[in-house]
Structure formats: C-alpha cells, structure tokens
Nanobody, 125 residues
C-alpha cells in the first residue's frame, strides 16, 4: 500500500487547512490511520488517529479541540481538518496506517506499518 498526503501550505496564525491522506493499493477498511508531525530539530509527534471501522478518534494533547480527523466517503481517504493554527503547528505532517493497533499503541509511530511522504504546513505569526 502507498500513502500520499497533501494539502499542506502556508497559512497565517488562526487560519485553517485540511490535509488529505489517500491510499493506493488497498483501502483503509479494518485499519487505523494516523497523522504525525515533525518539526525541525524535534521528535516525531502524534497528532491524531482514527479507527476506520468504529470511527473512534484519538488526539494529541497539543491539538485537541483544534484538529479533527475524519473518514472520507471513499474507503481510501482520511482527512485532518486543522483550525486555529499556531506557529507551533509548523511541521512536516505524515500519514500512516496499520492493522495491529491497540489503544496503548495507537499513539506510537513504531506501531504503524506504512507511511507516506510528508506535507509541509507552515504557520506564520
């Protein structure tokens, strides 16, 4: 399976962006899909995840209440709606998917099997 993230760009603080993650070669059915981000000089950070079948959502503390992860109508697309963006949200955003994720591991990057290239989000102050 290949993942492609898109939708990044330059936005002013307080603005919004919607990222998309599209899978080719397989659908997301039965899997979890997550967004992680990595800023220069920092470790990769969990942003959000969704279990495809149950639609259960998980969020990192730094984005809770501002970001929303959702399923697309097609079974190969997940979105990340980002609102009230802050300069600290500036990072490369990556989507990932995996099948063997439990609640205790869903926030851990090492638990995911497939990753796509990042899409850069830059928030100006």
């Amino acid at each position: 399976v290949q993942l492609q993230a898109s939708g990044g760009g330059l936005v002013q603080a307080g603005g919004s962006l919607r990222l998309s993650c599209v899978a080719t070669g397989r659908t997301f059915t039965g899997h979890a899909v997550a967004w992680f981000r990595q800023a220069p000089g920092k470790e990769r950070e969990f942003v959000a995840a969704i279990r495809w079948n149950s639609r259960t959502q998980y969020y990192g503390d730094s984005v809770k209440g501002r970001f929303t992860i959702s399923r697309g109508d097609a079974q190969d697309t997940v979105y990340l709606q980002m609102s009230s963006l802050k300069p600290d949200d500036t990072a490369d955003y990556y989507c990932a998917t995996g099948a063997r994720l439990i609640t205790s591991t869903i926030r851990h990057a090492s638990a995911y099997d497939y990753w796509g290239p990042g899409t850069l989000v830059t928030v100006s102050s």
